[in-house]
């Protein structure tokens, strides 16, 4: 493939690796991925930010992705 050729998700993805991000989240919405399940919902990306994995305080959940690493706005599993 042609460097020109990258599809979006890699250009993401690549993006989020070389700033020190763990995933893309979307505040509002309680949605978001991380680096290994990334943009794999429907949803549109638009609103979608860069992230930082953080601990779940009410331990439903393994991690929580969030737009700041004190702010949670993804849960995942």
Same mark, same amino acid.
């Given at each position: 493939? =042609?460097?020109? #050729?990258? !599809?979006?998700? =890699?250009?993401?993805? #690549?993006? /989020?690796?070389?700033?020190?991000?763990?995933? /893309?989240?979307?505040?509002?919405? =309680?949605?978001?991925?991380?680096?290994k399940h990334l943009m794999h919902c429907?949803?549109? !990306?638009?609103?979608?930010? !860069?992230?930082y994995k953080t601990g779940d305080p @009410?331990g439903q959940f393994l991690y929580l992705?969030? @737009?700041?690493?004190?702010? #949670?706005? /993804?849960? #995942? @599993?």
């Amino acid at each position: 493939m =042609e460097k020109d #050729q990258i !599809p979006v998700k =890699e250009i993401v993805r #690549q993006y /989020l690796v070389r700033h020190g991000y763990d995933g /893309l989240c979307a505040d509002g919405y =309680e949605c978001g991925c991380d680096l290994k399940h990334l943009m794999h919902c429907a949803f549109n !990306p638009r609103n979608c930010r !860069p992230g930082y994995k953080t601990g779940d305080p @009410s331990g439903q959940f393994l991690y929580l992705i969030g @737009s700041e690493k004190e702010k #949670q706005c /993804l849960i #995942q @599993s």
